[in-house]
């Protein structure tokens, strides 16, 4: 799908959301422009309750359907820009024929949601959360939504397992797992691919759990097999971030966004404020290969000398700068550095 496409989608999701979720009288106040106090506080207690166990990467055992319907307002708005830029990620054979998907761990179905947005085709869409309030929710923004998506809902983990997919989406999952459950969870997953499949795996850009995923990421090169990691890194070395002893493995990238209407009233009753969106991610496919070059870790600088950033690759961690007249107008952190023989690093 064009960005054109893409940002219709985003227009279109937040007033779903609001026929999905809240009652009347607020929908009202949402077509004039601005929701009251009155209606929002009680999403935004909810926010704040269920911020303190993400931020302390805590499983949620239980859910009322008041913090899954919070939980929806925000955060899938939230996390839907950082799953669009994953799934634009994907090779174009993927990209390009229908998908049995499984949404592990699905929420309210942001990540099903980020498909829905680029037109990919769907020919199948398991959904898979323990969290029956979750479940619900996701089923009545389909429902507001008007969509052609039906997804087959269930909270049986051998349920969703069962299956062959050719993606699988898992949000913000690894980061409630305990050390040890990371890998049996990350193995059962690739297992569960088809050939040419990929597990699209977001995470939170926190320090702990950025640094965990990359920790997932080289156990898994490190072993044989026929899966290759994509994204974000091109090679099949050992993290240069964990061999540099620089502390925490923190790679992480940042979005540029503007905030929808709802996201922006939430960030002011909560002291949330998600102006720019951070996230950490990894790209696995059965049967590829890694696609080789240098990728932007870190911000890029515009200097005297050019673009400056750090970027990773097969030969490590290092600086690179892009002379001007070589610099792409646009550069973001996750992006392919520019392959040029003139771009030198130190």
């Not at 359907?65 to 799934?87: G, H, S, T």
């Not at 964990?242 to 209407?261: D, F, I, K, V, Y």
Request: aromatic fraction near 8%; hydrophobic fraction near 40%.
């Amino acid at each position: 799908m064009s960005d054109q496409g893409s940002t219709r989608f985003s227009e279109e999701l937040e007033p779903s959301l609001v026929r999905a979720i809240l009652p009347p009288q607020a929908q009202q106040q949402y077509a004039q422009g601005k929701v009251s106090k009155e209606f929002l506080a009680p999403f935004a207690e909810s926010l704040l309750h269920l911020s303190k166990a993400y931020v302390q990467c805590e499983a949620w055992r239980s859910i009322s359907r008041r913090e899954a319907q919070a939980y929806a307002l925000y955060y899938l708005q939230v996390n839907l820009p950082k799953f669009v830029r994953l799934i634009r990620e994907l090779p174009s054979s993927l990209r390009s024929q229908p998908l049995r998907v499984l949404d592990y761990g699905c929420g309210p179905g942001t990540g099903s949601m980020a498909l829905l947005s680029q037109a990919l085709q769907i020919q199948s869409l398991t959904a898979f959360d323990r969290l029956r309030p979750m479940l619900d929710v996701f089923t009545d923004i389909v429902h507001a939504l008007a969509c052609d998506m039906r997804p087959q809902y269930t909270q049986d983990e051998s349920t969703a397992l069962a299956g062959i997919y050719d993606l699988i989406l898992c949000g913000n999952v690894f980061c409630e797992l305990e050390i040890a459950k990371k890998m049996s969870c990350f193995h059962q997953l690739c297992q569960r691919l088809s050939p040419g499949g990929a597990l699209v795996i977001l995470e939170p850009a926190l320090q702990e759990t950025a640094d965990a995923l990359v920790r997932m990421r080289d156990a898994f090169v490190g072993e044989p097999g026929e899966y290759a990691v994509i994204f974000p890194c091109t090679h099949h070395n050992p993290c240069p971030l964990l061999s540099s002893n620089r502390g925490p493995a923190w790679c992480h990238a940042t979005l540029s966004w503007e905030a929808p209407q709802l996201v922006r009233q939430l960030d002011e009753l909560t002291g949330f404020g998600k102006h720019r969106l951070k996230y950490s991610a990894l790209i696995v496919q059965r049967g590829a290969i890694p696609v080789g070059g240098s990728r932007v870790i870190t911000e890029p600088e515009r200097t005297k000398r050019g673009v400056e950033c750090m970027a990773c690759s097969a030969s490590g961690y290092e600086r690179l700068i892009i002379p001007k007249k070589s610099a792409p107008r646009h550069l973001a952190s996750f992006d392919l550095a520019p392959s040029l023989p003139d771009v030198p690093s130190i």
